[in-house]
């Protein structure tokens, strides 16, 4: 018997139904707690008096459950995003507290809305982008509470593609994108005065930009490359010019930071190495982090903060325990436990992640992360799970996909190969235009090395992943036939030529990036077709199972439809599920639930895994294509 056919089954409603409870947060005041939580089956905001257990839902989101929110200056409402289907037409919606009125704080057609900056100091308005005027820019606009007006604030003139408020709540930074994948920030003295360029630097530089202003407003704090491997984060004064850096790696980007809700002052950056380490400014804020790691095991995050800053609320973060929230009381030093989003799998014991380093062919080094089942040490069957992106990252900590793979009896390979962020531009740059190319090559490297190592069967190793990593898991059937048993792609693109054509209109300002890092579309159709897994189908002969959400703005389902009629044309295993209610990814409990009972049932069938039966509700035949 394998050591990890006695570990218990954890029921897959445990891993993809709704947190218990999740996304705590403390009202400016310090009056209320606030959470995440089903409310007839679909999460809602929550709210109870701290302290008191007068818990109740303030939302009444009946169809995809709301996964963000904040609270208003006042503490009087709440803030949140929807959209429809998973369309990610995204609007902004208000709820009171008190009476649980909602109301549509951008109630146009065909808009996509976005929260740009909100100030405790000015609580009657907030800074909203949203592209009414064009579908393909983002104009700001300042919504003002007391009366509902929402007038236009600063137009964009056509290539920026972010803004930032300074510390008056005016905004003052912009972003732009220009042709050829230049980078742009603009400044302006106030909101009557004209833009000016400020700083500017190349295509071969990593994604940047404006971190935020100085707590007087004099400088910028910008996230940069330009001089260095790696993003730092520099303060350039708007005046002169003149810079200094606050914080930097040789190799891993700037990828966080903490800022004093009452003063701005910065008080922390971190850098996601094989796991997030903080390097702190401000010896109090060091302080009250040594004494909240002595309370739990994990990483330590503040989720939110009193206007007065007395009392916050804390995430725990770990590889193998759910999320924990509590209550931080920063005069007695004192962290009361509040919840665990998903309590039930703290009876089940959960496989460890560990930090990886792989040597890719021409020597490049990949990092990445490990887990075995549970008790398993050597020869397992192996799924190698791809990121989406490409320009993201794998990170330690809980993973739902992880822990299913793992609990049914799979070592999970995850590699952050050649074009991923976190690592520095060099690393990022060696990924341009090599989908389909050494960015896959990194991914057989990787399962190459499991399998030396002895961690992998080789002859039970499937591949799975969604967005890029769908396309990932296409490419590796479809250009490397014989290195996989059976692939699972979750709304990956089929066609780069059909994919780069049908982004959404307000991703238009980016175009460049696109040509620059997958291939240009209007003058390298042959090369797109050559890194095109369709045109590859009739080489797949290992089984396929794909995921697709119908209203995906992103990766289209035509995307999926054309690989699965290429294959079936060609007499190729194929399974199709379509989701009209998701888009790109599946946000709805029912559905990942459906989804994942086929990914079982499928991996099990094919790498010898084990399967928790279907429940009747998770019955995925009604959604095959």
């Known amino acids: 018997m394998n050591a990890w056919t006695s570990t218990p089954i954890i029921p897959r409603a445990i891993l993809f139904g709704n947190p218990e409870r999740s996304s705590a947060q403390i009202s400016p005041d310090g009056r209320k707690l606030s959470y995440l ?12 008096t701290v302290g008191g257990a007068d818990d109740r839902p303030i939302t009444s989101d009946a169809v995809r459950g709301i996964r963000a929110y904040f609270w208003q200056a ?24 008190a009476t649980g009125e909602t109301q549509d704080l951008t109630p146009f057609d065909n808009i996509r809305a976005s929260v740009v900056a909100v100030d405790s100091r000015h609580p009657d308005s907030m800074l909203i982008g949203m592209n009414r005027r064009d579908p393909q820019l983002f104009d ?59 700083e500017r630097w190349g295509p071969d530089e990593s994604f940047g930009g404006v971190s935020g202003f100085s707590p007087d407003n004099r400088a910028l704090w910008v996230i940069s490359s330009v001089g260095a491997n790696a993003s730092r984060l520099l303060e350039v004064d708007i005046a002169s010019g003149a810079t200094r850096v606050i914080a930097e790696d040789p190799c891993y980007d700037v990828s966080a930071a903490i800022e004093n809700p009452i003063t701005h002052e910065l008080e922390a950056v971190g850098f ?23 309370v739990r095991d994990g990483e330590v995050e503040i989720e939110s903060r009193t206007e007065d800053d007395r009392v916050w609320i804390v995430a725990y973060s770990s590889d193998v325990a759910p999320d924990a929230y509590y ?28 930090p990886i380093s792989v040597a890719a062919r021409d020597g490049l080094t990949l990092h990445g992360y490990l887990t075995m089942p549970v008790g398993v040490e050597r020869g397992a069957p192996m799924v190698l799970l791809v990121h989406g992106g490409p320009w993201a990252r794998d990170v330690w900590g809980y993973s739902g996909i992880v822990q299913l793979l793992a609990n049914r009896g799979y070592a999970v390979l995850q590699v952050n190969f050649r074009g991923s962020t976190g690592y520095g531009k060099d690393f990022l740059n060696a990924g341009d235009r090599e989908w389909a190319g050494r960015m896959h090559d990194d991914l057989l490297d990787a399962k190459a090395w499991a399998v030396d190592q002895g961690y992998a069967d080789p002859s039970r190793v499937a591949i799975m992943g969604g967005s890029y990593g769908g396309y990932a898991t296409l490419v590796g059937l479809a250009f490397t036939p014989d290195e996989f048993v059976c692939g699972v792609d979750i709304v990956g693109p089929s066609n780069l030529s059909t994919l780069l054509s049908s982004i959404p209109p307000y991703w238009a300002p980016a175009r460049a990036i696109f040509d620059k890092r997958v291939g240009h579309l209007d003058n390298e159709q042959e090369f797109l077709r050559e890194r ?26 035509s995307e999926s439809d054309q690989i699965v009629r290429a294959m079936r044309d060609n007499g190729k295993p194929v399974e199709y599920i379509v989701f009209d209610d998701e888009g790109h990814g599946f946000v709805r409990p029912e559905n990942n639930l459906r989804f994942f009972a086929a990914t079982e049932q499928f991996l099990a069938k094919y790498l010898g895994g084990r399967s928790q039966p279907p429940a009747p509700e998770e019955d995925w035949a009604p959604f095959t294509r």
């Open 37 to 48: 939580a089903p409310r007839d089956g679909v999460m809602n905001v929550w709210v109870r």
């Open 140 to 198: 700001v606009y300042r919504y003002h509470f007391k009366t509902g007006a929402l007038e236009l604030d600063t137009e964009n003139p056509g290539d920026i593609a972010g803004w930032n408020a300074d510390n008056e709540f005016e905004i003052r930074a912009a972003t732009a994108i220009l042709p050829g994948g230049d980078q742009e920030i603009r400044v302006r003295t106030d909101r009557n005065s004209e833009w000016r360029s400020f």
């Open 74 to 97: 006042a503490s009087a409402h709440i803030i949140y995003a929807q959209d429809v289907g998973g369309n990610e037409n995204f609007h902004i919606f208000q709820t009171s507290i």
């Open 327 to 354: 209550l931080y009381d920063r005069a007695t030093k004192k962290a009361e436990f509040l919840f665990a989003s998903r309590p039930e799998l703290e009876a089940f014991e959960l496989s460890r992640t560990t």
């Open 532 to 557: 095109s897994p369709l045109y590859k189908a009739s080489e797949i002969k290992s089984p396929l199972l794909i995921g697709q959400g119908a209203n995906d703005p992103r990766v289209k389902q």
């Open 272 to 294: 996601i190495r094989a796991r997030l380490e903080w390097l702190f400014f401000d010896p109090a804020i060091e302080a009250e982090f040594a004494v909240l790691r002595d």
